[in-house]
């Protein structure tokens, strides 16, 4: 497998780079440094911490999830 890093410079470029990859089924990851969350998405995150904190959710240990998706 090789990796192939390229810039995108705006929204359309993006648009229209992923419109081709998809016609030609490739698979594809995005990565970037722009991380915007929406309010509704801040809220969201905000309850989870708090429900978490509160003890209405749990974790898993690290070790749980490893052993879970060894394999893959």
Same mark, same amino acid.
């Given at each position: 497998?090789? %990796? @192939?890093?390229?810039? +995108?410079?705006?929204?359309? !470029?993006? &648009?229209?780079? @992923?419109?081709?990859? =998809?016609? @030609?089924? *490739?698979? *594809? $990851?995005? !990565?970037?440094? =722009? /991380?915007?969350l929406?309010? !509704? #998405?801040?809220?969201?995150?905000?309850?989870?911490?708090?429900?978490? @904190?509160?003890? &209405? %959710? %749990?974790? $898993?240990?690290?070790?749980? +999830?490893? #052993? $879970? /998706? !060894?394999?893959?």
């Open positions: 497998m090789e %990796t @192939l890093k390229i810039d +995108i410079q705006n929204d359309q !470029e993006k &648009k229209v780079l @992923l419109a081709f990859l =998809d016609s @030609l089924s *490739y698979h *594809y $990851r995005s !990565e970037s440094n =722009d /991380y915007v929406s309010d !509704e #998405q801040i809220k969201e995150m905000v309850k989870r911490k708090a429900d978490f @904190l509160s003890g &209405k %959710t %749990t974790s $898993r240990s690290w070790s749980e +999830i490893k #052993q $879970r /998706y !060894e394999g893959v």
